[in-house]
Nanobody
Framework: QVQLVETGGGLVQAGGSLRLSCAAS????????PGWFRQAPGQEREFVAA???????RYGDFVKGRFIISTDNAKNTVYLQMNSLKPEDTAVYYC????????????????????WGQGTQVTVSS
C-alpha cells in the first residue's frame, strides 16, 4: 500500500519561503515519477513540479524559478522548496506519485499519477 504524507504547509507573508515535504511509503520515490500539484478554492488542480525518470525537472509556467523540487532517496521523501511566495500561491498543495511506464511522458498531467497525498494548506498573506 502506498502512502504519501505532506507536511510543511502554513501561513507565510508575501516574499517568504516554505519547504513542503512528502514522505512516501510502499514505493521507492526515486524509481518513479514524483510530482507536486496545487488547488486553490474554486480552481482546478494545477501542475507545480515533477521529476521524470530520467531526472529531468519540470515546472509549471507560473513557477518562474521560484520553486525547486528535489528528493532525498535515503528518506524516500520529495521536497518542494518555495521562495518569493505570492498571495496567488495560496492553495492546497498535493504530492503525487506516478508508477506506470508512461508516467514520465506527461508529468504535468494529473492522469499520469497513481497515488496522491492528502494535501497541505499554504496561505500567503499580502
Amino acid at each position: 500500500q502506498v502512502q504519501l504524507v505532506e507536511t510543511g504547509g502554513g501561513l507565510v507573508q508575501a516574499g517568504g519561503s516554505l519547504r513542503l515535504s512528502c514522505a512516501a511509503s510502499g514505493r521507492t520515490v526515486s524509481r518513479h515519477v514524483p510530482g507536486w500539484f496545487r488547488q486553490a478554492p474554486g480552481q482546478e488542480r494545477e501542475f507545480v513540479a515533477a521529476i521524470t525518470r530520467s531526472g529531468s525537472l519540470r515546472y509549471g509556467d507560473f513557477v518562474k524559478g521560484r520553486f525547486i523540487i528535489s528528493t532525498d532517496n535515503a528518506k524516500n521523501t520529495v521536497y518542494l522548496q518555495m521562495n518569493s511566495l505570492k498571495p496567488e500561491d495560496t492553495a492546497v498543495y498535493y504530492c503525487a506519485l506516478g508508477i506506470r511506464g508512461d508516467s514520465s511522458w506527461y508529468p504535468s498531467s494529473l492522469a499520469s499519477y497513481d497515488f496522491w497525498g492528502q494535501g497541505t494548506q499554504v496561505t500567503v498573506s499580502s
